[in-house]
T-cell receptor, first 116, second 116 residues
C-alpha cells in the first residue's frame, strides 16, 4: 500500500496567489514525522518544513505552512504569496518512528509552475 | 564548503565500467543515506549508515556497494551496471541524538548517472 499520496501531478498558479499542495499519508505508527521538500530543476532536494505527529500546532516557516489534519491523515503544504522562484517539484515525505536513523518514504511529487 | 556536497555531478559510464560516487557532509551529522530517483518513480532509499554502521540495505542489487569510512564521507561504488540504473543518486545526512531521536535529513545536489 502506498504510504504517501500526492494526487496533483501538476499545478499552475498565478504569481502572488496562495497555493495548496495536497498530501495524504498512511501509517499505524503513532510516532511519525512529515516533511516537505522542494526540488528545483538543478536536482537538489531542499528541506522546507516539518510536522511531528505529536505537535499540537501546525508548522510554519516563512511563506510555508503545513495544514496538518491528523484524523484525516493529511499534511497539505500551503505557500502564501507565490513567487516565480517557487516553480519546482514538491515532495511530501514521511518518517515512521522517531528513533534512530530513519528512512524517508516519499510521494510521487507535484510539479508547481508559477505564471507571471 | 557547506551542507552536503556530491561529486561528480554528472557521470556517463558503460556497463562494464567501475566508478564511484562521493558524498561529503559538512554539518557534523552522524547518519548518512543514499537515495535513487528514477524518472516517474518516487525517491527510493538505498542505504542508511548510522555512526558509520550500515543499518539498512533496501534490497539493493550487489552491483551497488556502499562505503562509509567516517561520519562525514559516504561512497557508492558502481560496477557492471545496467541501463535501468540510470537515475539521479542523492545523498543525505541527519543528526541522531544520544537518545536516539533523529533530525531532519539534508540532501546534496545529486549525481546524475547515465549507463550506456
Amino acid at each position: 500500500a502506498q504510504k504517501i499520496t500526492q494526487t496533483q501531478p501538476g499545478m499552475f498558479v498565478q504569481e502572488k496567489e496562495a497555493v495548496t499542495l495536497d498530501c495524504t499519508y498512511d501509517t499505524s505508527d503513532p510516532s511519525y514525522g512529515l516533511f516537505w521538500y522542494k526540488q528545483p530543476s538543478s536536482g537538489e532536494m531542499i528541506f522546507l518544513i516539518y510536522q511531528g505527529s505529536y505537535d499540537q500546532q501546525n508548522a510554519t516557516e516563512g511563506r510555508y505552512s503545513l495544514n496538518f489534519q491528523k484524523a484525516r491523515k493529511s499534511a497539505n503544504l500551503v505557500i502564501s504569496a507565490s513567487q516565480l522562484g517557487d516553480s519546482a517539484m514538491y515532495f511530501c515525505a514521511m518518517r515512521e518512528g522517531l528513533q534512530g536513523a530513519q528512512k524517508l518514504v516519499f510521494g510521487q511529487g507535484t510539479r508547481l509552475t508559477i505564471n507571471p | 564548503e557547506t551542507g552536503v556536497t556530491q561529486t561528480p555531478r554528472h557521470l556517463v559510464m558503460g556497463m562494464t565500467n567501475k566508478k564511484s560516487l562521493k558524498c561529503e557532509q559538512h554539518l557534523g551529522h552522524n547518519a548518512m543515506y543514499w537515495y535513487k530517483q528514477s524518472a516517474k518513480k518516487p525517491l527510493e532509499l538505498m542505504f542508511v549508515y548510522n555512526f558509520k554502521e550500515q543499518t539498512e540495505n533496501n534490497s539493493v542489487p550487489s552491483r551497488f556497494s556502499p562505503e562509509c569510512p567516517n561520519s562525514s564521507h559516504l561512497f557508492l561504488h558502481l560496477h557492471t551496471l545496467q541501463p535501468e540504473d540510470s537515475a539521479l543518486y542523492l545523498c543525505a545526512s541527519s543528526q541522531v541524538s544520544t537518545s536516539g531521536v533523529t533530525d531532519t535529513q539534508y540532501f546534496g545536489p545529486g549525481t546524475r548517472l547515465t549507463v550506456l
